[in-house]
Nanobody, 117 residues
Framework: QVQLVESGGGLVQAGGSLRLSCAVSGSIFSINAMEWYRQALGKQRELVASITVSGSTDYSGSVKGRFTISRDNAKNTLYLQMNSLNTEDTAVYYC???????????WGQGTQVTVSS
């Protein structure tokens, strides 16, 4: 099994930056892709960014050019660098890990990001 713990959320002013981290432990070898999602109050959870085991990345249109997903294999950590934040980025951010063979998706507990105007 895989365990995920997010950190790095907080309060930031519009135009500022934050870097989220997602520490991975357990059966890391079983992970084929990882993603960042976010869920704003009263809204559905939405995909923000993804990265595969080969390093391919993808972003939602609302964050492309502002957010960067990356990973440090030596530290078993996934990151989301968020720049030029605006109030619409306010949400709880979750990371997940996917096993394509089994279809299993593991989620972290989430970290709150609040952007003030």
């Amino acid at each position: 099994q895989v365990q995920l713990v997010e950190s790095g959320g907080g309060l930031v002013q519009a135009g500022g930056s934050l870097r989220l981290s997602c520490a991975v432990s357990g059966s890391i070898f079983s992970i084929n892709a990882m993603e960042w999602y976010r869920q704003a109050l009263g809204k559905q959870r939405e995909l923000v960014a993804s990265i595969t085991v080969s390093g391919s990345t993808d972003y939602s249109g609302s964050v492309k050019g502002r957010f960067t997903i990356s990973r440090d294999n030596a530290k078993n950590t996934l990151y989301l660098q968020m720049n030029s934040l605006n109030t619409e980025d306010t949400a709880v951010y979750y990371c997940n890990a996917k096993n394509w063979r089994t279809g299993q998706v593991t989620w972290g507990q989430g970290t709150q990001v609040t952007v003030s105007s």
